[in-house]
């Protein structure tokens, strides 16, 4: 039997570890405090991008079935389940905030700034771990569902597949620049 947390998290963390990695190599000063400061940025990025489902579940729509089993899960305490139960039912949750188009153009304006103002370091951490990580849930849902329309919910109409990948692709080699000014 598979472990929930390994399976849904594993490809994340290992982004993230990269990710903090870079930011501590790639200037010329290391220190230890950096360095602890890159990493903790990095994994509190990707796990924001889960903490969405949460927030949905009590902010947002607090009556659908999809935040009831949440709310299940939160208060007993099973966390595995719960983790399971995103593995299972990621792509019904409809439209999400972090989980979209609009949201990816923002946090990458507010990357590149973080990075090019040579801001905190747990900064620089968070908001590249969030970027590649949104980038790679966004290219296994298209990989699961060949659309990405709920990324897209802003605009009502209908997307060709064409636009999809150059969107991820586009977003992918701004994500490599970024890393530049480092």
């Known amino acids: 039997m598979s472990n929930p947390l390994f399976e849904r998290y594993k490809i994340p963390f290992l982004f993230s570890v990269v990710v903090s990695l870079a930011i501590i190599v790639l200037p010329e000063k290391i220190s230890i405090l950096s360095a602890v400061l890159a990493f903790s940025g990095s994994i509190l990025g990707f796990l924001l991008i889960d903490l969405e489902?949460?927030?949905?579940?009590?902010?947002?729509?607090p009556s659908s079935e999809f935040s009831s089993r949440i709310k299940e899960y939160l208060s007993s305490r099973n966390f595995i389940g719960l983790v399971d139960f995103y593995n299972r039912e990621e792509y019904t949750?409809?439209?999400?905030?972090?989980?979209?188009?609009?949201?990816?153009?923002?946090?990458?304006?507010?990357?590149?700034m973080t990075i090019t103002n040579q801001s905190w370091i747990f900064a620089r951490g968070m908001v590249l771990s969030m970027s590649i990580n949104l980038l790679y849930f966004q290219f296994q849902e298209y990989l699961k569902t060949g659309v990405l329309q709920r990324w897209f919910w802003v605009y009502k109409g209908a997307l060709y597949g064409g636009f999809y990948k150059l969107y991820m692709v586009l977003l992918l080699i701004f994500f490599i620049y970024q890393f530049t000014f480092l």
């Not at 949750?93 to 590149?112: C, H, K, N, P, T």
Request: glycine content about 4%; overall charge negative; proline content about 0%.
């Open 93 to 112: 949750s409809g439209e999400m905030s972090i989980r979209s188009a609009m949201f990816q153009v923002i946090l990458s304006a507010l990357a590149l």
């Open 53 to 61: 489902y949460i927030i949905h579940a009590y902010l947002v729509d």
